[in-house]
């Protein structure tokens, strides 16, 4: 709990210096709050736990890794997930920002392609107490229909152009944060579809994840 509290304040510290970019100096305090509770190092292969809570992204097997804190702390506040929405993630990994999702949102509906993330995603998440998250194996890139339409989706992987799947499964009035790449570049994307389904996007930060 220590070092998860000295976590967010070095998410706090990291926020304040990038306020210029973000357009405000610090990140909703429900996300602060859950980013304080999930414990981190229960995501994290053993080897790696003792870095667990200093801002960096962290190897879980398969070429992936956890995103730093920071950056799951800043897509969970881009993205304002509340109480009674329905949020979409796609790239479970090990689970961590599901459960951040989960301490926020409503329902967590959750795609991986990576089989062996999705089952210990969702045996380490249900052993939490998170009954909210549901996890399926497949290509993030179609979405999950079945449950569509979302207010909230969020992407941890990068793609060179928004999936039309997920645009078309996001709620008139819902939000959908991505990292989009161009050429060498990725840059954290909100993109807002308003209430007539017109299409607003907007670039942020430089990021680095893996692809789609």
Do not use: C
């Not at 970019?21 to 709050?33: F, N, P």
């Not at 702390?73 to 459960?99: C, F, K, N, R, W």
Request: hydrophobic fraction near 45%; avoid cysteine.
């Amino acid at each position: 709990a220590v070092l998860r509290r000295h976590m967010v304040e070095m998410i706090a510290i990291h926020a304040d210096l990038a306020s210029e970019e973000l357009g405000k100096a610090t990140l909703d305090e429900r996300v602060m709050a859950s980013m304080r509770r999930v414990p981190r190092h229960l995501f994290v292969p053993a080897a790696v736990a003792p870095y667990a809570y200093q801002d960096m992204p962290l190897p879980i097997g398969f070429d992936k890794t956890v995103s730093q804190p920071f950056i799951v702390a800043l897509m969970t506040d881009l993205l304002a997930p509340q109480p009674h929405e329905t949020v979409l993630e796609i790239g479970t990994g090990l689970g961590y920002q599901s459960a951040i999702l989960a301490e926020l949102a409503g329902q967590v509906w959750s795609v991986e392609i990576i089989e062996e993330f999705a089952s210990h995603a969702e045996a380490l998440l249900q052993g939490l107490g998170f009954s909210n998250v549901a996890i399926r194996v497949g290509d993030g890139s179609r979405g999950w229909p079945e449950h569509a339409p979302f207010d909230k989706i969020l992407v941890s992987v990068a793609a060179e152009r928004t999936p039309p799947a997920l645009l078309n499964q996001l709620k008139p009035g819902g939000r959908l944060v991505l990292p989009l790449a161009s050429e060498e570049v990725q840059f954290l994307t909100i993109i807002d579809k308003d209430v007539a389904g017109q299409i607003e996007t907007r670039k942020l930060i430089p990021v680095r994840f893996s692809r789609l």
